[in-house]
């Protein structure tokens, strides 16, 4: 059984999925007018404000986001996409979320990290973050269930040969 971050990871996926072919099919460059058509508008405003969310979930989760990111090729593909979209759009240039796409392209190692690249929210870096106790205990508890699971899932493989209660 998978996590509530698995849901998540693949509720992102397929919004990016859905939205690109859109915008494809459509022939959108990032760097056109906004479009005007209801469907194409919502596909990219899909695109930047998912990818700007998953950049978000990036910087404050990494480890999570790098257990399943760093498997999946199609994921990798798809979120470069979705930077390549938003750059080029010039949606983020200015504001607060300027910085967003670069570090998370840092932190998914999509881009070179600069030399001056630290990641607050990275549990090596724990001067920045006093108060994580509550949750490496809840990372360190859920990667012992989930070895729990696997080693079980291991020892159930074929048939059990089982006594009735009233042998017993």
């Known amino acids: 059984m998978k996590g509530p971050e698995w849901c998540l990871y693949c509720v992102l996926q397929q919004v990016l999925e859905d939205s690109r072919a859109i915008l494809i099919a459509a ?44 498997r999946n090729s199609n994921w990798n593909n798809l979120i470069r996409w979705g930077i390549g979209f938003c750059n080029l759009s010039g949606i983020f240039d200015d504001g607060p979320h300027s910085q967003l796409l670069g570090l998370m392209s840092q932190e998914l190692g999509i881009s070179e990290k600069s030399p001056d690249y630290r990641n607050p929210f990275r549990t ?36 059990r040969i089982t006594r009735s209660r009233s042998e017993l």
């Open 124 to 159: 090596e870096n724990m001067e920045f973050l006093p108060n994580t106790d509550a949750f490496q205990k809840a990372l360190k508890e859920e990667e012992k269930r989930r070895r729990k699971e696997e080693k079980r899932k291991e020892i159930r493989k074929g048939p």
């Open 27 to 70: 022939g959108v460059q990032p760097d056109s007018p906004f479009p005007v058509d209801e469907k194409i508008k919502d596909a990219y405003s899909h695109t930047v404000e998912n990818s700007a969310f998953f950049g978000d979930v990036v910087l404050r989760f990494p480890k999570i986001v790098h257990h399943y990111f760093d």
